[in-house]
């Protein structure tokens, strides 16, 4: 099998290949087995024990005698195994008395072993020159297939042979018979020893098995070079070897393993001084030295120049190309400073006594110059093999390191002419110089051998490298290699095509070499001594851009494609060089594309001496091109092809828009699209897991750093994150339906796709720190998946279909949170990135998921729970939280870490002017502007650390030269530390800025999250236990709002805005739905069932206000302060909304009737925490009182719209907060109230009327609002009402042209603002009538509020003609008019009456306005209705005629009061008993039938409102159960008793003007202005009592049943109608 298992071809031959390498594996595994120990070793070990036991095993001895017997049928592994038991059996048998004559049998077997010869698996011939030494060297060490082993495994194998050989050589010395045999005679063995073969000497040659073993040794030095110190006998060995000279059987194999043996600094020094000064032969041969090999290329230079000889032959080539390779693998493993030497000891060598006079001669007169053999030598007619020799010895002349050298070779190459241009007309192969060119296409190509022109471009390669500067002709060079070895590459024939990959890749890397450094953007086409041609650089993109020859042949190369590459891989050693060589085709390919859109922009401009179209790379690319080079990523032997596949992938993916339609389409090798596609999803997904969980090793076993998972994600990323039209490669790659549509697609998590290997990459290693980078892409790639609305329905329901809770279980934060990356690790940027898509990716989840779908209920509720249920004790905090607050506090901690400074240093300050550093740190332009700052993908920007580095080295060079200091100097040293200084800087700079900008991210999508989870889960999260103290409910929302806060007091220390607003939206947010809910439950009347410390926590409440009034209280960004101020604002309003309400006296006496135990605890359990909350909350505002009030005013002040409206509207509610009144006297003594005025008195009107895109009013409505809002509060208290008065508010109000323009418009019918006019001017009239109630004695409050009634009468007049006309007037228009109807009473009812004209403008309207409202039979049947419908209004109509009441209500009580204050002095309005009340038409009076049907309808009213009470109080008993009832029945008796109290003062005001009337009346006199003629006669004073009297007995029944009325309840109910008695009991005696 081993010999016919390469035979064949197809299917067999594979099988074949497949069987050979299992016996390979085996054959190998039975050597180490049997490998003898080292000489050093006891024969005593257990390993040695073993051994003896394997070799007396007769199964075993068996097998191997039958293979003894078959030898000549047998591969050469196989008789490394018979030597390996053939020594066994030596060392059992033969070491105690030292000769193996003692046992003949195994003796023989060991010979027999060694003079096998390998058969020729082809010809199944005998090879002689391949005996198993040879066939172990060549056929398994040189192989491919053992170079790509796992490196234990290589060295598994050369230490178990190199064992067998060593142990070889130890013995071979005892025993004369084998010395023999080794050092070429036959010592005694017979013709019967080879079975098969007559002929002994055809076989073993002389010293032939000696070269065998050298070889064998070369090839294992060169795997493991440690092992020759194991070999003892190897000195003894090489002087043997050197002895033979100059047999080519010996001395080549030599030369080999001195090659092997220089590798290294130190080996090459020991093999240099060995053949610089080699020992003096005893026998007389001529060791290897460096003398015989320059004195051989001297005499051959000078027998060539004096034409003594026509050629070289082949065996003297052979013996003087391995010379060569030895000298170049000396000087390319010497050390930098080695190299100089030696070659100056090479150029003087003494050549006497080995060179003949006329060569020495030569030599001589060519100054003895190493390298100049070595060039003539190249023009003449030796083999091509050994011309690629001598120019692989010059090219190790020219060390990488130093380009002195570099230049003189240089040199040598201009001048030897090796590429000499073609003269001009010379036709005929006779003329035509022999150069590198002639050699290739006369020479080379007719014999198919490419030695010459591979050691060529080779050693121009390394010249490039190693010289600081482009070689003035370098472009011939690239022609050279574009035109005369790439073009017709693959078209040509080769005896090895290991050559042809060779020169592919050396081309090409040649060409990569002149691209390296090119920057297109700099240069000037308009030079004239620029010219493409002539560039080497720009002759290269000028192929590219134009499909040149090496283009072709780039495209050529690549087209060998992926499964053909395969092949090559396992048929031959060739696959490794076409690895090396596509990998440079692509490499090239890719350094073309970072350059080509600008190259041909500029080549296009140049003019019409370029008259040729050049075009970016990719329009010269087919559709099998794109095909065949995607196609590499599958190559999975070589991971650096992949990567480069992959970034081509990329460029390719930006740049064609049809990339995915190019895909869809049939591969051009194959028929089937969806295979073809299907085939290259799987190439990338198997790329991305070999990544991943197979990464690419070194050549020392280490795990090099794999980028291949991270492109791919990168691939992957980039079309979803930029928007590319839908189908794009992502949806391809990540297997969506492109054909029945993206968002309908079933994605089958078992398919094996990309999407299958990221999903078990993150099952298995979560958030693990493996793969930090690929780790957040993959999260911020499934982030982006569920976000676009193309792919986030199938992604979902993909994540949703497994076995486990992906979001819950696998994307888990608290793992990760747990032991976080610490702040100093490179990773750490990489660990915030993830925690940031991991957020996003739950807010995207929690978002779409539907609370009435079962399954997404249940995976929402494992969420949260996560997030906020689970407790976490990690490294970042002593004591343990959830997930939510853990990222807080991680958050924090790393913003506190402080923004580093440079070091101020005295010492070094000059130096730092001197070398500019201050002002290269502070220039805010980028590497591509001439500074140096980049920015990162990311968007962040930074400093780029190697401009930066470059920078300040050249000015630390400029000042060293300038200075001159030494190497020692002090100011030297401490410039070098400045430089160090500032780098050192740079780099925690650009740490510290990429990490505050993860940070910022992190936040946002925390806020992302929060608001997500509490505004489509709240009630799922509130129900939840909170961890760590399990908070449920309003506690939840307020520890986190808290958390908030808090983290925005360490955040705020950064000054970024952006950390900063986060965390205040998110708090905002949180008191918004705290207040929502809160209202929702006060609302369900759930308020009154005991919801106790979920509703209301005091301390948490005060934490929460003491962090919102610290943060305030400091000066913020004023975005920020927006935020807080609302938050402010839902605090307050929420306590507010939970305090314990006046409760009704019809609850509080039948409670207190039914139950003797009741108190008011009972029914809520508010009332003791409430009065802990507010003197928490009064103390906290207290202690911050001036300070928050002066920051407030800074906010009133300069803030913007928005945030100046937000704090006049808490700094109204604080006030209100605060019954102690500190926060209202700082706003007195602040400034706040002048400053509001005077901006009421300069905003222009315009503002009024202008609007935003959204048609919403300006922002300047809703600041004057919130400034109305604020005057109104503190109108509320009599300090305050002086302060405006004082202020000139009145004046203010009626003077301000915005408020005027509001109220004209209110008067002209505008509709599109009326709402925001209307409160304007309810407002406005609302802090006048405060004004007036405050300061009723003040004479100057009613001179100006009456001359606001004059100046705006207008507006009034019409309040009240709306109120009076308009029956479907809203509660707005009815509150107006009780407003302007309060303040006329309160006018009227002042020291100092109207005068006339004044009261003439209102008489008419009052009247009217009464006339309309009474009797108030309107009302009566308003409260029937209203009241009349069961249980609580619900419905808009209902809520809408209840508020319509409650204005109706309002307005008459108020019109009645002004009724009152006019009885005083104008009784022109009403009707005087006596007087002739019919005026003028249209005039009319209050009559006083009008008033007594008031009273009557007053009086039914009340009577109606307490059956309503009775009713209440029927079903409290019916239904006691304490506190669930209280809610249901709370807001009928709440506004039972409010009309009752209202109907009281009407009552009491209805009798007053009575009262007045009648005495008017019996007075007789007449009103001011009257000339009415006085009523004295006897008849007429009877006619008046009479109708007194008819008065009197209308309204006695009336006053009768008022004082029936009895208002049961608490003291001060009772109170409420003793008023209201008295005035009837007087009302009464005056009719009596």
Known sequence: SLNSGAAGDGSTMMEGQALLQQCYYICFAVLSCLAPPSVHETTASHATQLRFEIGRDDRIAQQFNELNETNNDNSGIVELALLAWGILQVEMHCTSHGSMSGSPKWAEFLRVALHFRVRDPHSFEVDPDADVFRYAAHSIFGSVAFADEAPDVRDECVNAVHKVVVYFLHWVEKDTASGSILLGGTGGVTPSHYPGVADDQSIVKSGFTLGSVLALLASIYRVDLSLHEQCHPLNALMHHAAERQPESTTFVPLLDLYTSLATGTTGARYIFSKLLNPNPSVMGGSPPSWSGLYAALWEYCSLFKQEEIPAMKDDEATTLAAYLELLAHVLENGAPNDIPQWLSQ????????????????????????????????????????????????????????????????????????????????????????????????????RAEEYSSTLAFIKLVNRLIIASQAFHAQLHKYVRFAREAVLAPLMSRGYQDQEQKWDLARECLAFLELTLQDLRIEEVDLDDQNIALDRVASLQTMQDLLSRGPAFRSIISILQIGVNNLICEKHKGTSGFKAELAIEAALKVLMMGFQVDKIAANKFNQVGPTYARSYKSIENHLQNKDIWTILGYVRYHYSPSIQVLALQVAQVLEDRIPELVNILLSPHPHTRNAAESTQELVYGFAECLQDSLFRPAVTDDGSISQDVRASLILDLLLKPIATKRPVPNL???????????????????????????????????????????????????????????????????????????????????????????????????????????????????????????????????????????????????????????????????????????????????????????????????????????????????????IPTLGNILVRYFKELEINCGWSIDSEERNRANEVLEETLRFAQSHNMFTQTTHAIKELLSSWEQLVTVIFSKHDIAAMNIGMAPTQATGFQTLLLLATASLEALDVVSATSDSDLSQSL??????????????????????????????????????????????????????????????????????????????????????????????????????????????????????????????????????????????????????????????????????????????????????????????????????????????????????????????????????????????????????????????????????????????????????????????????????????????????????????????????????????????FMSQYRGHIVALAWHLLPMSSMRDAIRVVWGLPGMQSSEEDARAQSCLNGLIEMTCSTVHCLHSMTSFDHVAFEVVGRDWHRVPGKQVIQMDCLEASLSHACDILYHLLDLKKEITACLEDNFEASRNVGKYMEKAMRVEQYNLKLVMILEYLLQVVCNMVKISRSAEPADGESVHLIKSPDEKVKIERRMQEIGNAILPTLDKILEVEMEGSSSKMKTVEPLHVIARQTRELFN
């Open 346 to 445: 090479l150029q003087s060598l003494d050549l006497t006594q080995i060179l003949a006079p006329h060569h020495k001669d030569y030599a001589v007169e060519n100054g003895c110059r190493p390298l100049f053999p070595l060039f003539f030598l190249q023009q003449q007619p030796i083999p091509a093999k050994l011309k690629g020799s001598l120019l692989t010895a010059t090219r190790a002349f020219a060390p990488v390191t130093n380009a002195g050298l570099a230049d003189q070779v240089w040199k040598f190459l201009e001048s030897s002419k090796l590429l000499a241009d073609l003269p001009s007309g010379v036709g005929g192969s006779g003329s035509m110089p022999i150069d590198i060119r002639y050699q290739l296409a006369e020479v080379e190509a």
């Open 730 to 944: 992502t949806h391809l790659l990540l297997g969506y339906d492109l054909e029945s549509g993206i968002s309908t697609s079933h994605i089958d998590i078992m398919s094996f796709s990309p999407l299958q290997v990221m999903y078990e990459a993150l099952h298995q290693f979560q958030c693990h720190s493996t793969w930090p980078q690929e780790v957040e892409q993959m999260l911020r790639l499934l982030c982006l998946l569920l976000v676009e609305p193309a792919t986030s329905t199938a992604t979902l329901e993909l994540l949703r279909s497994l076995d486990i809770n992906f979001f819950a279980d696998v994307l888990n934060l608290n793992a990760a949170l747990v032991s976080p990356v610490p702040y100093d690790s490179p990773n750490r940027i990489y660990f915030i990135w993830q925690i940031k898509w991991i957020l996003q990716i739950h807010a995207a989840v929690l978002h779409q998921s539907s609370a009435e779908v079962q399954q997404h209920k249940s995976d929402c509720m494992k969420l949260l729970a996560a997030l906020l249920g689970e407790t976490i004790e990690s490294d970042l905090t002593a004591l343990p939280h959830n997930a939510a607050l853990m990222l807080l506090q991680f958050c924090c901690d790393a913003i506190q870490h402080e923004k580093p400074i440079l070091k101020q240093d005295m010492r070094l300050l000059h130096l730092r002017r001197q070398m500019q550093v201050d002002l290269l740190l502070s220039a805010p332009e980028l590497v591509s502007e001439g500074g140096i700052k980049a920015v990162t993908d990311r968007g962040v920007v930074v400093y780029h």
């Open 1064 to 1397: 205040a939206r998110v708090a905002n947010l949180l008191m918004a739905l705290l207040f929502k809910h809160t209202r929702d439950l006060v609302g369900s009347g759930a308020i009154f069932e005991g919801t106790g410390s979920d509703l209301l926590d005091p301390a948490a409440c005060h934490k929460f206000l003491h962090a919102l009034i610290s943060l305030l209280s400091k000066p913020l960004d004023k975005t920020v302060r927006k935020y807080l101020y609302g938050s402010l604002i839902f605090y307050l309003l929420h306590g507010k909304a939970t305090k314990t309400p006046e409760l009704p006296s019809i609850v509080l006496q039948k409670y207190s009737d039914l139950d003797e135990k009741f108190h008011f605890s009972s029914l809520q359990n508010f009332d003791g925490i409430h009065e802990i909350l507010d003197q928490g909350n009064v103390s906290i505002i207290q202690q911050q009182a001036s300070r928050l009030v002066q920051a407030f005013y800074q906010d009133v002040a300069d803030g913007p719209y928005f945030t100046k409206t937000l704090a006049l509207h808490a700094l109204a509610m604080l006030a209100s907060s605060d019954p102690l009144g500190t926060v209202l006297q700082e706003v007195l003594s602040c400034g706040v109230i002048v400053s509001l005025l005077r901006d009421l008195e300069s905003y222009p009107p315009s503002q009024l009327n202008a609007m935003n895109e959204q048609g919403y009013p300006s922002p300047t409505v809703y600041t004057i609002k919130a400034a109305l809002t604020f005057l109104l509060e503190v109108s509320c208290t009599r300090e305050g009402c002086l302060k405006l008065v004082s202020s000139g508010a009145i004046q203010t109000l009626s003077g301000s042209k915005v408020i005027e323009v509001g109220l004209h418009s209110i008067a002209a019918g505008a509709q599109s603002k009326d709402a925001q006019f209307h409160e304007i001017f309810t407002l406005t009239l609302q802090i006048l009538h405060a004004l007036a109630v405050g300061l009723p004695e003040s004479r100057d409050v009613s001179a100006h509020i009456k001359s606001f009634l004059e100046k705006h009468s207008k507006v009034l007049l019409h309040c009240l003609d709306v109120a009076t006309r308009d029956k479907d007037a809203d509660q707005g228009q009815l509150d107006r008019a009780a407003l302007v109807m309060s303040m006329l009473g309160h006018v009227f009812n002042g020291q100092f009456h109207p005068d006339p004209f």
